[in-house]
Nanobody, 123 residues
């Protein structure tokens, strides 16, 4: 099993920045990919970004390209999501996820999920 704990959410004004962290523990050797998803009120959970653990290849949703950056610290078993130029439409609960496979976009390809952290962007 892998446990994921997110942190770093909060309230920020439009145009501001936040950095989310996700610390993994447990059987971390089994992780191939880690990703971030988000769910706004009344909407489905959507892919935001992912990173392959082996070579740090990254993948971003079109809606966040050029604004969000995913990165990882292998030594700390932690993945980060740096969010810049935040917009009110970025308001959502952000979830960290880990997969044993080289999945990227598919939510059902992830095996482990964090509890989520709220990000609210005011206009």
């Amino acid at each position: 099993q892998v446990q994921l704990v997110e942190s770093g959410g909060g309230l920020v004004q439009a145009g501001g920045s936040l950095r989310l962290s996700c610390a993994a523990s447990g059987r971390t050797f089994s992780i191939a990919t880690m990703g971030w998803f988000r769910q706004a009120p009344g909407k489905e959970r959507d892919f935001v970004a992912a990173i392959r653990w082996s070579d740090a290849s990254t993948y971003d949703a079109d809606s966040v390209k050029g604004r969000f950056t995913i990165s990882r610290d292998n030594a700390k078993n932690t993945v980060y999501l740096q969010m810049n130029s935040l917009k009110p439409e970025d308001t959502a609960v952000y979830f960290c996820a880990a997969s044993r496979y080289l999945t990227i976009w598919r939510e059902d390809g992830y095996h482990y999920w964090g509890q989520g952290t709220q990000v609210t962007v005011s206009s």
